[in-house]
């Protein structure tokens, strides 16, 4: 894999190449992985023998002191976090936030987006996510500054480490480029949100944003203030970072698609026509569902998946020890030739309702699997739609790009840095 050290994700790629669904190890120096491909053996360690499969080392430890001890750990600490958070994240819940998160991004469009000249694709999705899951989740007493100092320090909690996700034998105390960033980062997350803990419990019972629920449902804890902090750290940068890092994606697949492109805007057009999108749009946009369901095949967010085993298994027909690290990727597996018929083409139409009885359970786990998959993919689904609808249904994307846009390195599966567009009005102002 040293031949791919400016482009690892090649070198994923090629090893998937080779093994075609078998395990393999990885040669990454003194570090050697298991990489898991086959839907079969996803199963098994996401769902059979879940237990024996920890998120710990590779991945896991240099995130550690931002996602903390919650929602994201493993153990007792992912338990109770897991039984507080579940019912603000059913089906119903979430339905009830969709017209509130229909008008927000209707703002946040019009207050925004700059038509007419280049704008920095991350930036500008980083701006309508980040205020748009702020407003929902913590209410609507934290300041615009506070806003926006959450957005790019959550960005380089993410990503400043990301040479430590491929050298995990490197000692947490060895300083690396990017750790002092990584330090900032936290520090002002944390000055962020300590004192909307402080503030939700000051307010006392009765409101039902993220940060009063997780208050009244940790009270009388030891610790508890780190632990409501984890969690909404946790909530917050994976609702926004998913999302974000998925629909920056977006602009270069429409702009490479011009045939599916043209699907996308007939539907808004007969759907939505000069907006807004309202909540009563959403079930008839099948062929927007079906376009963002392709998009996270191709590019999901969570590339990597990485675990610790605890004790030996077999995997297939390979013997594991206790202490290895087996590497799980949606990326690899979601475009494995055997489970997926053209695997590298975008096309939606393998998502249309018939099509999905004959796909494996664990060919497609863009928000993992089993019991640690993730609370919020329908809270994704229902953002994404909505914000793709709200652009299309009154701009045209031009995508300024010389060639393919292939990902970056980064905890998530990112585009290139600066990637721009010009949004064209559709109809004249």
Known sequence: MTRHVRVPLRAFE??????????????????RPYLVTHPDHV???????????????????????????????????????????????????????????????????DTTVAPGRP???AETISALVHPTIVRLF???????????????????????RSIRLLLP?????FPMPGDS????????????VYPRIRYAKARGAGANDLVSLLCQARSGEPDADRLIRDDMVAIHGAATETSVTALTWVWPVLAERPEIAAKVYEEL?????????????????????????ELIRLYPPGWILPRTVVQSDTVGDVRIPAGATVVLSPFLTQRLPAFWERPLEFDPERFAPENGRRRHRYAYFPFAAGPHSCLGPRLFLMEALLLIAGILCRYRPVLHADGPVVPRL????????????????????
């Open 14 to 31: 090629e090893a998937s190449d080779r093994a075609n669904g078998e395990l393999v190890r990885l040669n990454m120096g003194p570090f």
């Open 43 to 109: 199963q098994h360690i996401l769902k059979t023998n879940q237990p024996n499969y920890i998120r710990a080392g590779m991945f896991w430890d240099p995130l550690g002191p931002l996602l903390g001890q919650g929602i994201l750990s493993d153990g007792a600490g992912w338990t109770a976090s897991r039984s507080i958070l579940q019912p603000m994240f059913t089906a119903r819940y979430v339905d009830s936030l969709t017209q509130r998160m229909a008008q927000i991004v209707t703002e946040l469009i």
């Open 119 to 121: 704008i920095d694709i």
């Open 138 to 160: 913590l209410g609507a007493t934290i300041s615009d500054s506070d806003i926006e100092r959450l957005a790019p320090a959550y960005d380089t909690g993410v990503t400043s």
């Open 169 to 173: 034998f490197v000692p947490q105390g």
């Open 181 to 192: 960033a990584f330090r900032q980062a936290i520090k002002t997350i944390d000055e962020v």
């Open 269 to 293: 057009e007969r759907v939505v026509g000069p907006g807004p999108v309202t909540m009563a749009h959403l079930p008839e946009l099948t062929y927007l569902r079906m376009f963002v369901d």
């Open 410 to 429: 980064a905890s998530t599966l990112r585009p290139p840095a600066g990637l721009s567009m010009t949004l064209v009005p559709v109809r004249p102002t």
